[in-house]
């Protein structure tokens, strides 16, 4: 088993910056990447970046140049570091961690983007 717990969720105004972190615990062997999704409400959950244990990122048209997504593998953490906010960036972000097993998901921090 995998548990992921995030942290730096918040408010912030349009144009601001928030830091998300995801640390990972457990069966830590057994995953090949780490990302961030997030849900809007009414809205499916969506990819937002992910890197893989290769290195390789892959991020949502949306937030490419604006949205980074680092590792650092000592620590079993995933950053998120998200500049220039938008109101559509609320959401729900959940840290996921896929293994050929399954699928393991942290239990989300609200981002919210409000003047």
């Known amino acids: 088993q995998v548990q992921l717990v995030e942290s730096g969720g918040g408010l912030v105004q349009p144009g601001g910056s928030l830091r998300l972190s995801c640390a990972a615990s457990?069966?830590?062997?057994?995953?090949?990447?780490m990302g961030w999704y997030r849900q809007a409400p009414g809205k499916q959950r969506e990819l937002v970046a992910a890197?893989?244990?290769?290195?390789?990122?892959r991020y949502l048209d949306s937030v490419k140049g604006r949205f980074t997504i680092s590792r650092d593998n000592a620590k079993n953490t995933v950053y998120l570091q998200m500049n220039s906010l938008k109101p559509e960036d609320t959401a729900v972000y959940y840290c996921?961690?896929?293994?050929?097993?399954?699928?393991?998901w942290g239990r989300g921090t609200q981002v919210t983007v409000s003047s």
């Open positions: 996921n961690a896929p293994s050929m097993a399954q699928d393991y």
């Open positions: 457990g069966s830590i062997f057994s995953i090949y990447a």
């Open positions: 890197i893989t244990n290769g290195g390789s990122i």
